[in-house]
T-cell receptor
């Protein structure tokens, strides 16, 4: 019940296209859903996060869509750029829970 | 200062060596974490310190020994490691007890030979 399932495992998108990564969770106690971006040899960096009281959050080219009834959330990267090439992890947690449950990761490659 | 600083960035150690990893933050965060990350995998939680006290040990082998000398510092002491312990070791901190607002360091790339 603590799992967060993430897909796809890898994704290749043309420059200027839309990259979409999906995650699904089971634990209805989760109330905070962050996305992390990780470049090789670096630690994960918080990209954007959402709480279940909103269905969408946008920050620049990055948008999280959240479907509470389906227990799914997704990251959309608009106008994808080569600099977006990285591994993306979705995650979930709840207030007071010291553990951050990560998805399995998506390796995104943006080609010119 | 909005960073978590980890030293060293790279470490190569033999199986009989003793070494330590260091983590420092000056954001006033009261929860600090050690994670282990293998290639192409998500980070795995090892230890959680809350208000300088160990609150979670995820059944980590005793060859890994954490220490939290004060609210800004977190150490991970290593002894008699195995080659399979080679990984990226990440430190993180958060403002409140819980996963909100995690900030990760850049990690220490550990190789055990």
């Amino acid at each position: 019940q603590q799992q967060v399932k993430q897909s796809p495992q890898s994704l290749i998108v043309q420059k200027g296209g839309i990259s979409i990564i999906n995650c699904a969770y089971e634990n209805t106690a989760f109330d905070y859903f962050p996305w992390y971006q990780q470049f090789p040899g670096k630690g994960p960096a918080l990209l954007i996060a959402i709480r279940p009281d909103v269905s969408e959050k946008k920050e620049g080219r990055f948008t999280i869509s959240f479907n509470k009834s389906a227990k799914q959330f997704s990251l959309h990267i608009m106008d994808s750029q080569p600099g977006d090439s990285a591994t993306y992890f979705c995650a979930a947690t709840s207030f007071g829970n010291e553990k951050l449950t990560f998805g399995t990761g998506t390796r995104l490659t943006i080609i010119p | 200062d909005t960073e978590v600083t980890q030293t060293p960035k790279h470490l190569v150690m033999g199986m009989t060596n003793k070494k330590s990893l260091k983590c420092e933050q000056h954001m006033g965060h009261r929860a600090m974490y050690w994670y282990k990350q293998k290639a192409k995998k998500p980070p795995e939680l090892m230890f959680v310190y809350s208000y300088e006290k160990l609150s979670i040990n995820e059944s980590v082998p005793s060859r890994f020994s954490p220490e939290c000398p004060n609210s800004s510092l977190l150490n991970l002491h290593l002894h008699a490691l195995q080659p399979e312990d080679s990984a990226l070791y990440l430190c993180a901190s958060s403002q409140v007890q819980g996963g909100y607002g995690y900030t990760f360091g850049s990690g220490t790339r550990l190789t055990v030979v």
